[in-house]
Nanobody
C-alpha cells in the first residue's frame, strides 16, 4: 500500500503561482503519477501526468502551458508547478499513483491505484 501526501495548496490571487508537492510513502520512481482536481459540484478531472518510464509529461488542455508536472527521484517527490492561475483552477487537488511501468498515458481516475487526501487551491479573482 502506497500512501501519498500532498502539500503546497493555499489561497492565491489570479495570475499568481503555487507549487504542489506529493510525497509517496514508498519508492515510486517507476510509477506513473498524476494530478487530478475536483471543484465543488463537479466531477474529478485529470490535470497532469508523468509516465513511469522516461518521465514523459502530458496535460489537460485547460492547463497546458501554465502547469508543469515534474518528478525528483532523489527526493521521491512529484511536483505540480502552477502558474498564471485563474479562478477556474480553484479546486481540491489530488495526487495519484499507479504501479504501471511503461510510457503509456493515463487520463482516467480509475486507472490509478493510490490517492492522496487532497490539498485545497483557491484562486481569488
Amino acid at each position: 500500500q502506497v500512501q501519498l501526501v500532498e502539500s503546497g495548496g493555499g489561497l492565491v490571487q489570479a495570475g499568481g503561482s503555487l507549487r504542489l508537492s506529493c510525497e509517496p510513502s514508498t519508492r515510486t520512481s517507476s510509477y506513473a503519477m498524476g494530478w487530478f482536481r475536483q471543484a465543488p459540484g463537479k466531477e474529478r478531472e485529470f490535470v497532469a501526468g508523468v509516465t513511469g518510464r522516461y518521465d514523459n509529461t502530458y496535460y489537460a488542455d485547460s492547463v497546458k502551458g501554465r502547469f508543469t508536472i515534474s518528478r525528483d527521484n532523489t527526493k521521491n517527490t512529484v511536483y505540480l508547478q502552477m502558474n498564471s492561475l485563474k479562478s477556474e483552477d480553484t479546486a481540491v487537488y489530488y495526487c495519484a499513483a499507479t504501479p504501471r511501468v511503461g510510457s503509456s498515458w493515463y487520463w482516467n481516475d480509475y486507472e490509478y491505484h493510490y490517492w492522496g487526501q487532497g490539498t485545497q487551491v483557491t484562486v481569488s479573482s
